[in-house]
């Protein structure tokens, strides 16, 4: 399975954006999808999770903020971006866990992951 996020880029605090991450090569439909970002020196973390069913949760730094969702039946899985901080500078990353995934989901269980897509917020 291979992860695209694109959409990434630079946006000014308050402003939004929209990322996109598409799977292939056999993606399984019944997946958690979720997202992820790290700044330098920083660990990676979750940002946001979206089971098959649509049950979704969210990092309590983006809750308000940002929405995740995905297209039903397939392995596409977004994240809008609204009201950014300077703050949410990072590199964002898509993840596939399997479908039995405790939420809210850690990096230790998510099976594939994307390149990452940078987004840089000016203040």
């Known amino acids: 399975v291979q992860l695209q996020a694109s959409g990434g880029g630079l946006a000014q605090a308050g402003g939004s954006l929209r990322l996109s991450c598409e799977a292939s090569?056999?993606?399984?439909?019944?997946?958690?999808m979720s997202w992820y970002r790290q700044s330098p020196g920083k660990e990676r973390e979750l940002v946001a999770d979206?089971?098959?069913?649509?049950?979704?949760d969210y990092a309590d730094p983006v809750k308000g903020r940002f929405t995740i969702s995905r297209e039903k039946g397939k392995n596409e899985v977004y994240l809008q971006m609204n009201s950014l901080k300077s703050e949410d500078t990072a590199v964002y990353y898509c993840a596939e866990g399997g479908s039995g995934t405790d939420l809210p989901s850690t990096v230790y269980v998510m099976h594939y992951w994307g390149e990452g897509t940078l987004v840089t917020v000016s203040s």
């Open positions: 979206i089971t098959s069913g649509g049950v979704t």
């Open positions: 090569g056999s993606p399984n439909i019944y997946s958690l």
